[in-house]
């Protein structure tokens, strides 16, 4: 038996999810539920699941909007002391008047959503089967912040390539989890869910779902958990794809994080990685630290919509500047309902909180440094030119004994799914080709 116990204030009743007659029960979102285990073993079904957030969760989303209090306009005219007034004035105008989360409510369930338990926390996913025959099953891993909107975009060109360009001998059956403490996924209640612990966990759901062999993708943390998944390198692991490649050597990532000059033997590629790399640890990654020294302190993000938004959109630079345009109507990437849609998402399942705790779990290991993907496993590269660093060819066929694919893109930032999901998709159907059979 499994209880699903109610927060956010909304009051589910205990289902027996052993019986037969409730197996196929439909699971409806209202607010954020989480479960645990009451007796017996871990409840291994699949079961459908659908959003469908209160209007009464979204009344005072309105009413929060409508009586923010913001701070006087910033003393620079750039990017350097956070996110512009300007920027929020026009994210909230938007969001107080523009903006429908009924729309992505929509899309959301346009496609198959689950929940499974796995370790006593419950999983939610979307899974889209292709319909040609030979797909490869393909699981993608969000990142922070962020959520499964991130590769809503990815879905078809994936599954159905014949209609954006590709081939039928290109499909995959896609499979795209939320992180624990993300999005619809249960928030854990104990210690211990950190990146490798994803990692297996993702293993065994795509067992659950039947795959004999797999591929998978992933982003900011959704790179590190892939590359552990490589590190892990189960059997049914056919291979990675990463468009934030682990590849920093251990002795460089220690001494751009000191803020020491690059080494003089660096190729160019290699200084402007380190160059690169030097910025994010010393201004753009302050997040980072607070959230894995001290991530229950951040109530702010959990209070204030406005507080959320400033927060997730200050994740780097690059990712500001990209941002911050589509709100001055540049119509290249993001848009301003990309944008929205993540951050409401967030603030509708109150997990603002139980997703930083990922950083905390992380337990001060690098984020960029080589992980030790196993030789066995291929791994296929995508650098996009706005990423935190363009990781050099050079340290990639270093990190990675496999190396399978290699390539430079035009355009495109950290949120690479999300930005740029022509250019992704045709990455992945390259990256992957050669180990199609």
């Not at 291994?44 to 699941?49: D, G, K, L």
């Not at 006087?72 to 005219?77: D, G, H, N, S």
């Not at 590769?151 to 990815?154: A, D, G, V």
């Given at each position: 038996?499994t209880?699903?116990?109610?927060?956010e204030g909304i009051d589910?009743?205990?289902?027996?999810?052993?019986?037969p007659?409730?197996?196929?029960v439909l699971?409806?979102?209202?607010?954020?539920?989480?479960?645990?285990i009451?007796?017996?073993?871990e409840?291994?079904?699949?079961?459908?699941?659908r959003v469908?957030?209160?209007?009464?969760?979204l009344?005072d989303?309105?009413?929060?909007?409508a009586?923010?209090?913001l701070p006087?306009?910033?003393?620079?005219?750039d990017?350097?002391?956070?996110?512009?007034?300007?920027?929020v004035?026009?994210?909230?105008?938007?969001?107080?008047s523009?903006?429908?989360?009924?729309?992505?409510?929509?899309?959301?369930?346009?496609?198959?959503?689950?929940?499974?338990?796995?370790?006593?926390?419950?999983?939610h996913?979307?899974h889209?089967?292709?319909?040609h025959e030979?797909?490869?099953p393909l699981?993608?891993?969000?990142g922070?912040?962020?959520?499964?909107?991130e590769?809503?975009?990815?879905i078809?060109p994936l599954?159905?390539p014949?209609a954006?360009?590709?081939?039928?001998?290109?499909?995959?059956?896609?499979?795209?989890?939320?992180?624990?403490g993300y999005?619809?996924?249960?928030?854990?209640?104990?210690?211990?869910?950190d990146?490798?612990?994803?990692a297996?966990?993702?293993?065994?759901?795509?067992?659950?779902?039947?795959?004999?062999k797999?591929?998978?993708?992933?982003?900011?943390?959704g790179?590190?958990v892939?590359?552990?998944?490589?590190?892990?390198a189960p059997p049914?692991?056919?291979?990675i794809h990463?468009?934030?490649?682990n590849?920093?050597p251990?002795d460089?990532?220690?001494?751009?994080?000191?803020g020491?000059?690059?080494p003089?033997n660096?190729?160019?590629?290699?200084?402007?990685?380190?160059?690169?790399?030097?910025?994010v640890y010393a201004?753009?990654i302050g997040?980072?630290?607070?959230?894995g020294?001290?991530?229950?302190?951040?109530?702010?993000?959990?209070?204030s919509?406005?507080?959320l938004a400033?927060?997730?959109l200050?994740?780097?630079?690059?990712?500001?500047?990209?941002?911050?345009r589509?709100?001055?109507g540049?119509?290249e990437g993001?848009?301003p309902?990309d944008v929205?849609?993540?951050i409401?998402?967030?603030?509708?399942?109150?997990?603002?909180?139980?997703?930083?705790r990922l950083?905390?779990?992380?337990?001060?290991?690098?984020?960029?440094?080589?992980?030790?993907?196993a030789a066995?496993?291929?791994?296929a590269v995508?650098?996009?030119?706005?990423?935190l660093?363009p990781?050099p060819?050079?340290w990639?066929?270093?990190a990675?004994?496999?190396?399978?694919?290699?390539?430079?893109?035009d355009k495109?930032?950290?949120?690479?799914?999300?930005?740029?999901?022509?250019?992704?998709a045709e990455?992945?159907?390259?990256?992957?080709?050669s180990?199609r059979?």
């Open positions: 038996m209880t699903i116990t109610a927060s589910q009743s205990r289902r027996n999810f052993d019986s007659a409730s197996q196929g699971s409806r979102l209202l607010g954020h539920a989480s479960s645990s009451v007796a017996g073993a409840d291994t079904s699949i079961r459908p699941f469908d957030i209160p209007e009464s969760a009344a989303l309105r009413r929060r909007l009586e923010v209090r006087e306009q910033e003393t620079v005219a990017h350097s002391q956070g996110v512009p007034l300007k920027t004035q026009q994210l909230l105008r938007y969001w107080r523009g903006y429908d989360w009924r729309n992505v409510e929509a899309r959301l369930n346009a496609v198959p959503n689950f929940i499974t338990e796995i370790d006593g926390l419950d999983i996913f979307i889209v089967r292709s319909k030979d797909a490869l699981i993608v891993t969000h922070w912040p962020g959520s499964i909107a590769q809503m975009k990815i078809d599954t159905n014949t954006h360009g590709g081939k039928a001998s290109d499909a995959f059956h896609v499979v795209i989890p939320s992180m624990p999005g619809f996924s249960g928030k854990p209640t104990t210690t211990g869910w990146p490798a612990h994803i297996r966990a993702w293993t065994l759901l795509m067992r659950r779902l039947g795959y004999t797999f591929l998978a993708q992933g982003g900011d943390w790179a590190i892939t590359e552990l998944m490589g590190v892990q049914e692991l056919i291979g990463t468009n934030m490649a590849v920093i251990l460089i990532d220690k001494l751009a994080f000191s020491a000059p690059a003089a660096l190729s160019a590629d290699e200084k402007l990685a380190y160059e690169r790399l030097s910025f201004k753009g997040y980072g630290f607070q959230m020294l001290r991530p229950q302190t951040l109530y702010g993000i959990a209070d919509p406005v507080g400033a927060y997730f200050d994740h780097d630079a690059r990712s500001l500047e990209l941002i911050a589509s709100f001055d540049q119509t993001l848009t309902d929205l849609d993540n409401t998402l967030t603030w509708l399942t109150n997990t603002a909180i139980s997703g930083a950083y905390w779990e992380n337990k001060g290991a690098s984020f960029f440094a080589v992980k030790g993907v066995t496993v291929p791994v995508s650098v996009f030119p706005d990423e660093y990781a060819r050079s990639a066929e270093r990675y004994a496999n190396l399978v694919h290699y390539n430079k893109v495109g930032g950290h949120f690479a799914a999300w930005e740029q999901p022509k250019l992704f990455e992945l159907r390259a990256g992957f080709r180990l059979k």
